[in-house]
C-alpha cells in the first residue's frame, strides 16, 4: 500500500514540474537520473552550510525554514514539508552571483536531497551574466528518498549598464609638421552622458605636430559614462621631416649715397645642415655700396641652399639722396693736396685754373681770398715772397674751403733809362 501511494505522489509531482515554462523536468525520474544530480544534506544538523568549499559565506543566501510536524504518523513516511517565512520576490543585477542555501529539516529525520535545476548548477550557483535580464521563476526539489516536493522563487535581475562600445583606433602616421586628429567612433546604448580623455603623446584630439616631435610614441583613448570605463590603445608615428634653413638676419637696410655697408646674412638650419648664400653680383662680397644716383629702394634676391632645400630672400636697401660738397681736384694741372705749392714771377700775368668734382652735378660758385682775389693777377715786382691761397667752392647747400701756398719768385729788372739832368 506505501509503494502504491509513494508512486502516485511521484506522478503528482513530476506532472505538475512538467507544466513549468521555465523549469523542465520532463527527463527526471526516480532512480539513477534523478540521483546523479543530488546534493546531500544532514537534515539533523541544521548547521550545516552545503556550499561548496569554494564559495564565500558573504555570498547572498536565500534561507527556508520547515517546521517539524508533530502529528506524524509513526506507520507513514511525512515528506519533506517548507512554510516560506515571507513571499520569495529577490532582486538582483546581471553580473550578480546568486546562490541558494536552504535550510530543511525532515520529520522522519531522513537524509535529505535537493535537486536544482537550470539556470543553477548542482550546487545550487547561478552566475547571472549580461542578457540575463528579467523576471524569473526558478525550481528545485526537495526529496528524502520516498516523497517528493518542488519550491519555487520568483527572481527579478535588472538590467546592467553596459559599457560604451569603443571602436578600436589605427595607428597614425604622420610627417613632422603635420597636424594629428585622433577619430573617435564610440556608441553607448543607454545614451549617456559620455567624458573622453586621452593619454599618452597628447592629451587632446588634435594636436599641431612640431619639427621636434619625430618618434613612436604610445597613445591611449579612454571613454567613461559613469559606470564603466573602456580605452583603446595606439601608436603615433611622427616622421623626421628635414628642415629648410632659416634666414634669422636683416633683411632691410638704409643706407647713403656712395655708403658701403656690411650685410648681416645670419641663419639657421635645425638639422646642421651645411648652408650655401647665392648672392647676386652687387652683394658679391656679402657688402652693399650705394651709388651715387642710387637714390630710392634696390631689392635683391639671395638664395640659402641646405642641400635638400633652397629658401630665397628678399633683401632690401632703401638710398637715402645725400649732397655732397664740390671737391677740388687741381689747380693748375696740379693736383690739390695740403702740399700743394704754386710758383708765379714777379711781372707775371698769372692765371689760377681750378679743377673741381661735384657728384650732384650741382653749379659751384668759386670765391678767392690770399695773394689772388679772383681766377687772374699781374704781379707787380714788389711781390716777392710766400703767400697761403684760400679757395671757397660752394654748391649752394654746402661749401668748402681749400688752402695752398703761392710763392712769387723775385725777378731782376733792367735798368731803365730816363735821360739826361
Given at each position: 500500500m506505501k509503494k502504491i501511494g509513494f508512486l502516485i505522489i511521484f506522478l503528482f509531482v513530476f506532472v505538475a514540474c512538467s507544466n513549468e515554462k521555465t523549469i523542465d523536468l520532463s527527463n527526471n525520474s526516480l532512480g539513477e537520473n534523478i540521483n546523479n544530480n543530488l546534493t546531500e544534506f544532514n537534515a539533523t544538523n541544521q548547521s550545516e552550510n552545503i556550499l561548496p568549499e569554494n564559495e564565500t559565506q558573504g555570498s547572498e543566501l536565500i534561507e527556508f525554514e520547515a517546521e517539524k510536524n508533530e502529528s506524524i504518523n509513526e506507520e507513514?513516511?511525512?515528506?519533506?514539508?517548507?512554510?516560506?517565512?515571507?513571499?520569495?520576490?529577490?532582486?538582483?543585477?546581471?553580473?550578480?552571483?546568486?546562490?541558494?542555501?536552504?535550510?530543511?529539516?525532515?520529520?522522519?529525520?531522513?537524509?535529505?536531497?535537493?535537486?536544482?535545476?537550470?539556470?543553477?548548477?548542482?550546487?545550487?550557483?547561478?552566475?547571472?551574466k549580461l542578457g540575463d535580464a528579467g523576471n524569473h521563476t526558478v525550481f528545485f526539489t526537495i526529496t528524502d528518498g520516498k516523497s517528493y516536493q518542488n519550491v519555487s522563487i520568483d527572481l527579478s535581475i535588472a538590467k546592467k549598464n553596459r559599457a560604451p562600445i569603443l571602436k578600436e583606433i589605427e595607428d597614425i602616421v604622420v610627417d613632422?609638421?603635420?597636424?594629428?586628429?585622433?577619430?573617435?567612433?564610440?556608441?553607448?546604448?543607454?545614451?549617456?552622458?559620455?567624458?573622453?580623455?586621452?593619454?599618452?603623446?597628447?592629451?587632446?584630439?588634435?594636436?599641431?605636430?612640431?619639427?621636434?616631435?619625430?618618434?613612436?610614441?604610445?597613445?591611449?583613448?579612454?571613454?567613461?559614462?559613469?559606470?564603466?570605463?573602456?580605452?583603446?590603445?595606439?601608436?603615433?608615428?611622427?616622421?623626421?621631416?628635414?628642415?629648410?634653413?632659416?634666414?634669422?638676419?636683416?633683411?632691410?637696410?638704409?643706407?647713403?649715397e656712395n655708403e658701403t655697408i656690411d650685410l648681416n646674412l645670419n641663419f639657421e638650419d635645425l638639422d646642421n645642415d651645411d648652408v650655401e648664400f647665392i648672392l647676386p653680383e652687387e652683394l658679391k662680397d656679402s657688402s652693399f655700396k650705394a651709388k651715387i644716383?642710387?637714390?630710392?629702394?634696390?631689392?635683391?634676391?639671395?638664395?640659402?641652399?641646405?642641400?635638400?632645400?633652397?629658401?630665397?630672400?628678399?633683401?632690401?636697401?632703401?638710398?637715402?639722396?645725400?649732397?655732397?660738397?664740390?671737391?677740388?681736384?687741381?689747380?693748375?694741372?696740379?693736383?690739390?693736396?695740403?702740399?700743394?705749392?704754386?710758383?708765379?714771377?714777379?711781372?707775371?700775368?698769372?692765371?689760377?685754373?681750378?679743377?673741381?668734382?661735384?657728384?650732384?652735378?650741382?653749379?659751384?660758385?668759386?670765391?678767392?681770398?690770399?695773394?689772388?682775389?679772383?681766377?687772374?693777377?699781374?704781379?707787380?715786382?714788389?711781390?716777392?715772397?710766400?703767400?697761403?691761397?684760400?679757395?671757397?667752392?660752394?654748391?649752394?647747400?654746402?661749401?668748402?674751403?681749400?688752402?695752398?701756398?703761392?710763392?712769387?719768385?723775385d725777378v731782376n729788372r733792367l735798368p731803365v733809362f730816363l735821360g739826361f739832368d
Amino acid at each position: 500500500m506505501k509503494k502504491i501511494g509513494f508512486l502516485i505522489i511521484f506522478l503528482f509531482v513530476f506532472v505538475a514540474c512538467s507544466n513549468e515554462k521555465t523549469i523542465d523536468l520532463s527527463n527526471n525520474s526516480l532512480g539513477e537520473n534523478i540521483n546523479n544530480n543530488l546534493t546531500e544534506f544532514n537534515a539533523t544538523n541544521q548547521s550545516e552550510n552545503i556550499l561548496p568549499e569554494n564559495e564565500t559565506q558573504g555570498s547572498e543566501l536565500i534561507e527556508f525554514e520547515a517546521e517539524k510536524n508533530e502529528s506524524i504518523n509513526e506507520e507513514e513516511n511525512s515528506k519533506p514539508e517548507l512554510e516560506l517565512k515571507n513571499e520569495i520576490v529577490l532582486n538582483y543585477t546581471e553580473g550578480d552571483k546568486i546562490i541558494l542555501n536552504p535550510k530543511i529539516t525532515d520529520p522522519d529525520g531522513d537524509t535529505i536531497n535537493i535537486i536544482f535545476y537550470e539556470p543553477f548548477n548542482l550546487n545550487g550557483v547561478w552566475d547571472t551574466k549580461l542578457g540575463d535580464a528579467g523576471n524569473h521563476t526558478v525550481f528545485f526539489t526537495i526529496t528524502d528518498g520516498k516523497s517528493y516536493q518542488n519550491v519555487s522563487i520568483d527572481l527579478s535581475i535588472a538590467k546592467k549598464n553596459r559599457a560604451p562600445i569603443l571602436k578600436e583606433i589605427e595607428d597614425i602616421v604622420v610627417d613632422e609638421g603635420e597636424e594629428i586628429t585622433i577619430e573617435i567612433d564610440v556608441k553607448d546604448e543607454e545614451n549617456d552622458s559620455l567624458n573622453i580623455s586621452y593619454r599618452g603623446f597628447t592629451t587632446k584630439k588634435s594636436y599641431q605636430t612640431t619639427f621636434f616631435d619625430s618618434g613612436v610614441y604610445n597613445q591611449t583613448v579612454i571613454v567613461e559614462d559613469g559606470f564603466n570605463i573602456v580605452e583603446t590603445s595606439f601608436k603615433i608615428t611622427i616622421i623626421d621631416v628635414n628642415q629648410p634653413p632659416k634666414f634669422t638676419g636683416i633683411s632691410k637696410y638704409n643706407v647713403k649715397e656712395n655708403e658701403t655697408i656690411d650685410l648681416n646674412l645670419n641663419f639657421e638650419d635645425l638639422d646642421n645642415d651645411d648652408v650655401e648664400f647665392i648672392l647676386p653680383e652687387e652683394l658679391k662680397d656679402s657688402s652693399f655700396k650705394a651709388k651715387i644716383g642710387d637714390i630710392g629702394t634696390k631689392r635683391y634676391e639671395i638664395e640659402l641652399d641646405d642641400g635638400n632645400h633652397i629658401v630665397k630672400q628678399e633683401l632690401t636697401f632703401v638710398v637715402e639722396d645725400v649732397n655732397f660738397a664740390p671737391t677740388l681736384l687741381k689747380v693748375n694741372s696740379k693736383a690739390y693736396d695740403n702740399d700743394l705749392e704754386l710758383n708765379f714771377n714777379e711781372g707775371e700775368n698769372a692765371t689760377l685754373e681750378i679743377i673741381y668734382e661735384d657728384l650732384d652735378n650741382d653749379k659751384v660758385t668759386i670765391t678767392y681770398d690770399g695773394f689772388f682775389k679772383s681766377n687772374s693777377k699781374n704781379i707787380d715786382y714788389e711781390s716777392q715772397g710766400e703767400y697761403v691761397q684760400k679757395i671757397v667752392l660752394s654748391d649752394g647747400k654746402i661749401s668748402k674751403s681749400y688752402e695752398f701756398k703761392v710763392i712769387i719768385e723775385d725777378v731782376n729788372r733792367l735798368p731803365v733809362f730816363l735821360g739826361f739832368d
